[in-house]
């Protein structure tokens, strides 16, 4: 394939140039500002070799207060609300909430923004409970390449997701699956995520790069190149023009946010929102943006948008809006 032998070939800077005239040539002048909403840092699984939550299962006794307070997490998606952010999915780990409480999760939050969300909850049957407060159904893919699949993530089949994510759009629901880049795939490996993509029709795809989690095999692991991932999400954006691509990249980071923009990315992801809000990182993640010529949903500097200490919906978010302004005031950094 052309695209791939261009990125082995070292050419990436042609695959840049030509996804962001295609991205452009497609109307994508809008960069969104993405927020994963976790449930909990419990996950029954816990054995992908990558994940934070990996770590930790040993280290709980109780599940159950690994789960956060559910009035935290509708208080969180109102802050998102008011500073233009998407809610990029609700995610937890397996066996961390049930689907009745998942379910009532998103209906809150869908009553809260305006818009329904999307999941990301691991492989479920229980698709059909929902309903029109969610939007779509994520696959958490993480690696595309069947082998090092089973090696890094041996509890998620990719044909069981692949046969979830049939069943969502059955259902009526989007489609999206996750890839962490870094993990030991290759350009190669493209071949088989565009199939994946083709196969199962795939609309949204968010990329992560590998986050080096202590106590993980990939402790002492390097982040991919921002030249490689950029060349992999642009990739992507020739070959599904109209996908939808999310991009995640951390603090240490944030020069790959151009990059990646105009590679085809129509939002960016994975910050400590709270943290970042009106420092110097959260100034250069709108100026990253700024300089593809891109107008940006959301604001991460505009102090007037985090509002009243007072919720607009239920007065049981008060204590959880007032803590998280107060975070997003105190200059962390």
Not at 25 to 37: C, I
Not at 150 to 160: A, G, M, Y
Not at 220 to 245: C, D, H
Request: charged share 25%; aromatic share 10%; glycine share 8%.
């Amino acid at each position: 394939m052309d695209v791939i032998d261009k990125i082995k070939n070292f050419e990436t800077l042609d695959l840049i140039t030509n996804a962001n005239k295609h991205s452009l040539k497609e109307g994508y002048d809008e960069v969104t500002l993405e927020r994963a909403l976790f449930l909990s840092w419990w996950c029954d699984k816990g054995d992908c070799s990558f994940c934070y939550m990996s770590t930790q299962k040993n280290k709980i006794k109780d599940p159950k207060k690994a789960k956060r307070k559910v009035n935290a997490i509708l208080a969180e998606s109102e802050l998102c609300k008011r500073l233009g952010w998407n809610i990029e999915f609700l995610s937890g780990g397996y066996d961390s909430f049930d689907t009745d409480e998942i379910k009532a999760i998103a209906t809150k939050i869908f009553k809260i923004t305006g818009s329904p969300v999307w999941l990301n909850i691991g492989i479920t049957n229980d698709l059909d409970k929902y309903g029109e407060e969610i939007v779509g159904v994520t696959g958490a893919v993480e690696i595309a390449n069947p082998l090092l699949h089973e090696k890094i993530c041996p509890s998620k089949s990719l044909s069981d997701i692949g046969e979830m994510l049939d069943k969502a759009g059955d259902l009526g629901f989007k489609k999206a699956i996750t890839i962490i880049l870094g993990l030991g795939e290759s350009p190669e490996d493209l071949t088989y995520l565009i199939q994946y993509i083709k196969e199962h029709k795939i609309n949204r795809v968010i990329f992560y790069s590998l986050n080096p989690h202590k106590g993980t095999i990939f402790e002492n692991s390097s982040q991919p190149s921002s030249i490689y991932y950029a060349g992999i999400v642009a990739t992507i954006r020739l070959t599904f023009p109209k996908i939808e691509i999310i991009c995640g990249t951390w603090t240490d980071n944030l020069a790959n946010i151009g990059l990646l923009v105009m590679s085809g990315a129509n939002g960016i992801t994975k910050f400590p929102l709270f943290k970042m809000f009106g420092t110097r990182y959260g100034k250069r993640v709108e100026e990253e943006i700024y300089w593809t010529g891109r107008k940006l949903k959301g604001t991460f500097t505009d102090i007037s948008k985090l509002g009243s200490n007072k919720s607009q919906f239920d007065s049981e978010l008060d204590i959880f809006i007032k803590r998280y302004i107060d975070e997003s005031l105190e200059n962390k950094y």
